[in-house]
């Protein structure tokens, strides 16, 4: 099983939405992000949690929030989707014991029409 | 002026040639620098990462850090066709801290 899992893996939502995005581990680390992804742009990180009650703005959180409901989770939510929010998301997670080394899941392919 | 910085490429190897790819960042405090590969569709996955200044190998890859000129590039040496992919530099300030990524270089290997 994957040790990162994420859901929905696709999702076509209309303009003016709410949306979640949901993030599993299995790997018992505290550190949890998410990244959307967009063509030649990289990936550029929306939020980030270093523990339960610690949540954090990355550069592009805007339209986005997010919550930690447990250790192993940690979900992305659009409030109200707009087009431009059309992009591949990606979680990951990190171990404060190994601090280089981020374990992406799949992605999940989002596009708002 | 982006912090991390990649020719989008595609930068196109014979087989068994050496790729040799570049990323240059605008921090001179950054200090952990990230090579991940990403083939089409899937996720991210961690080549190596480099702190000081130098070479660092494994494998049939190498990356290379010049902090006075704030680059660090990777080599890939004998390249196949299945490193045909993304790759994407990342940096960040301090140990734990958060990644920033380039736009990434996508490679194309031809037999």
């Known amino acids: 099983d994957a040790d990162v899992t994420q859901t929905p893996r696709n999702r076509i939502t209309k303009t003016g939405k709410r949306i979640m995005l949901e993030c599993s581990q299995t790997k018992g680390h505290d550190r949890m992000y998410w990244y959307r992804q967009d063509p030649g742009l990289g990936l550029r990180l929306i939020y980030y949690s270093f523990d339960v009650k610690d949540i954090n703005k990355g550069e592009i959180s805007d339209g986005y929030s997010v919550s930690r409901q447990a250790q192993a989770k940690f979900s992305l939510s659009l409030e109200s989707a707009i087009p431009n929010q059309t992009a591949l998301y990606f979680c990951?997670?990190?171990?404060?014991?190994?601090?280089?080394?981020?374990?992406f899941g799949p992605g999940t392919r989002l596009l708002v029409l | 002026q982006k912090e991390v910085e990649q020719n989008s490429g595609p930068l196109s190897v014979p087989e068994g040639a050496i790729a040799s790819l570049n990323c240059t960042y605008s921090?001179?405090?950054?200090?952990?620098f990230f090579w991940y590969r990403q083939y089409s569709g899937k996720s991210p996955e961690l080549i190596m990462f480099i702190y000081s200044n130098g070479d660092k190998e494994d494998g049939r890859f190498t990356a290379q850090l010049n902090k006075a000129s704030q680059y660090v590039s990777l080599l890939i040496r004998d390249s196949q066709p299945s490193d045909s992919a993304t790759y994407l530099c990342a940096v960040t300030k301090a140990a734990g801290n958060k990644l920033t990524f380039g736009g990434g270089t996508r490679v194309l290997v031809k037999p």
């Open positions: 921090d001179r405090g950054s200090q952990s």
């Open positions: 990951a997670t990190s171990d404060r014991t190994s601090l280089e080394t981020q374990y």
